[in-house]
């Protein structure tokens, strides 16, 4: 079993920067895709940013120049930094990872791939106007 567990979220203003992090952590398993999902009141999950094991990323299209997705294998975590925050990022931010071997380029091949991975409970973040 994989626990992903985030941290870093919080109330910020807009324009201001964040920094999120996940840590993973279990017995016998491999991670492959990283990613960060986000949910806003009302509306569904959706994708913001991807990494493969290669480093290769993609990126929501309302995020592309703000965000920055990374990750340090050897502390098996992934960040999100977070610039020129919006009231619109506001959300609970979700951690995500897989462990096949499958390789993803594409925005939607990583939203595949993610469904059947491993989940974080979540971050609040909340940017004020």
């Known amino acids: 079993q994989v626990q992903l567990v985030e941290s870093g979220g919080g109330l910020v203003q807009a324009g201001e920067s964040l920094r999120l992090s996940c840590a993973a952590s279990g017995r016998d398993f491999a991670i492959n895709a990283m990613g960060w999902y986000r949910q806003a009141p009302g509306k569904s999950r959706e994708l913001v940013a991807a990494?493969?094991?290669?480093?290769?990323?993609s990126y929501l299209d309302s995020v592309k120049g703000r965000f920055t997705i990374s990750r340090n294998d050897a502390k098996l975590s992934v960040y999100l930094q977070m610039n020129s925050v919006r009231p619109e990022d506001t959300g609970v931010y979700y951690c995500?990872?897989?462990?096949?071997?499958?390789?993803?380029?594409?925005?939607?091949?990583?939203?595949?791939?993610?469904?059947?991975?491993?989940w974080g409970q979540g971050t609040q973040v909340t940017v004020s106007s």
């Open positions: 995500a990872a897989d462990g096949t071997p499958y390789y993803c380029l594409a925005y939607g091949c990583f939203d595949n791939l993610f469904q059947g991975g491993y």
């Open positions: 990494i493969n094991s290669g480093g290769d990323t």
